[in-house]
């Protein structure tokens, strides 16, 4: 498991043999005069695995580190936008909790109503969003606890609403309220024109993961139709598997270069990203490490597995209600915390399928159970994350293990919270594994989303301002004081 976190320096190492310090040093350089937004991001899976390549490419040429500054954020649920404050504050990123507040005031009515009937909202919306006048640049943000402005960015990342295209969501398509969302963005997008935007997304139904090309169904369509004439796009199907961890997540990521701003597009994304596929050669089993000894008090949450406990057996349909005096003392049995159809379904589990990894919420019988294939493949993890079990700990996931299922770098003695590559190196109050679950379940993996802003920095090649022009400012006071005094 920690050679999985050595995923970034890898990378670089590759890099280093293939093409040279020279490309390194380029892309240290993209880094520098990188700025980047995102929005629907949610525990900032972007922003942190940004810091894990900058970091491990500083440390390969001994550079001191910095962090990467976020531009704005747009995230919707509240417990993320409680995670990301503090870490917004200290890097001065503006930080907008609601998308639909760009809209134009005038629009305010015609909102409301698309929002009762959405099926509408595509056709009504489009021409204004193609002309920029749906969308105002100015929006409240809870950093700034005032009206601030979005700007344009280098590259701006989204994991757009996935409910109206998502088989286990409502897959309603354009009939889901959540358009109105994701119209927000495009019309934002089309506002701020940023030179690469990285959307990610379940499958397309229909499409194949071999194709790159964007297909013209699902929000492809939507973005082919909106987007398309100002952007090339290119997409791809990434998954945790194909950079070495025992985690099944395969997402759709349609890459849009701007036709204008960008200078040029040096390798495909789908061919830059085979160069950094590994074989997996860990199990799933190795991710529950916080009940060794030395990883007391060491988690993302305080005394965690305790905490854990003592909220399950809190619960009023906890088995240890019943149980009561039979619990020995101070051992703590998570099975006995499980309430009865927890504990019925893992009964069932256990007998179809031994040894696996199972999620606890999911009725096995019913054939929606989540359960893993082989120690090398776990199932994807989902906002409805419940309780996720494995009996060689005889326990259910901790909210750290769960972080470092997406490649979150949370991992005692892996990682150092003074070097604040996310925002769980951020003191914060109320932080619980409650929360935790969810947010995970809905974030990006973090060794797949550096991989895609890798590509970014290293192939996606930008005008470069004549030096001339750059130093205008610096040369301009020197060359007054010639004019003063005669040339
Ligand atoms: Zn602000």
Not at 184 to 208: D, F, Q, Y
Not at 428 to 436: D, V
């Amino acid at each position: 498991m920690a050679e999985s976190f050595l995923f970034e320096e890898d990378c670089c190492d590759i890099i280093l043999a293939e093409d040279g310090e020279d490309k390194v040093v380029d892309i240290l350089e993209a880094m520098r005069n990188d700025s980047v937004s995102t929005a629907f991001s949610g525990i900032e899976a972007c922003g942190t695995s940004m810091n894990m390549m900058r970091a491990a490419f500083c440390k390969r040429l001994g550079i001191p580190f910095e962090p990467l500054a976020v531009t704005f954020q747009i995230e919707w649920n509240r417990e993320c936008v409680a995670e990301l404050l503090p870490e917004c504050k200290a890097h001065n990123t503006c930080l907008f909790n609601n998308i639909a507040s760009f809209f134009v005031e005038d629009l305010k009515e015609t909102i409301d109503y698309l929002i009762q009937h959405p099926q509408m909202a595509i056709e009504v919306l489009s021409p204004l969003l193609a002309e920029k006048k749906a969308m105002k640049g100015t929006a409240w943000c809870v950093v700034h606890e005032k009206e601030c402005k979005v700007v344009p960015c280098r590259r701006h990342l989204a994991g757009t609403s996935c409910r109206p295209w998502s088989k286990k969501g409502a897959g309603l398509g354009a009939h889901d309220p959540e358009v109105l969302f994701t119209l927000a963005w495009v019309g934002l997008m089309l506002l701020l024109e940023n030179t690469e935007i990285t959307s990610e997304n379940v499958l397309t139904p229909g499409s194949g993961s071999s194709s790159s090309t964007v297909m013209d169904c699902g929000l492809g369509s939507l973005l082919l139709r909106l987007l398309g004439p100002l952007y090339h796009m290119e997409k791809v199907v990434l998954s945790p598997y194909m950079v070495g961890d025992p985690f099944n997540r395969e997402r759709e990521f349609i890459k849009m270069v701007h036709k204008k701003k960008a200078a040029a597009v040096i390798s495909p994304l789908s061919r830059f990203c085979k160069r950094f596929f590994r074989m997996c050669q860990w199990s799933w089993k190795s991710i529950f490490f916080m009940h060794l000894p030395e990883m007391k008090g060491k988690g993302v949450v305080e005394n965690e597995l305790e905490m854990e406990y003592q909220w399950a057996c809190q619960r009023p349909t906890s088995r240890a209600k019943e149980l009561g005096d039979e619990l020995a003392g101070d051992t703590m049995d998570f099975e006995a915390a499980l309430n009865t159809m927890e504990f019925n379904f893992l009964q069932e589990y256990r007998r179809g399928w031994p040894e696996a990894a199972y999620q606890l919420n999911q009725d096995p019988g019913s054939g929606h159970g989540h359960h893993s294939k082989n120690e090398f493949e776990m199932f994807t993890l989902i906002h409805n994350l419940g309780l996720v079990w494995s009996d060689h700990v005889g326990r259910w996931l901790s909210p750290t293990e769960a972080l470092a299922c997406q490649h979150f770098p949370v991992v005692p003695y892996l990682h150092s919270p003074d070097l604040k590559l996310t925002s769980f190196h951020f003191d914060r109050q109320g932080r619980s594994g409650r929360h935790i679950g969810p947010q995970v379940g809905n974030s990006m993996h973090c060794g797949v989303m550096g991989l895609l802003q890798l590509h970014s920095l290293s192939e996606v090649l930008h005008p470069r301002i004549p030096d001339l022009f750059k130093n205008i400012r610096l040369v301009r006071p020197g060359w007054m004081a010639l004019s003063v005094t005669g040339w």
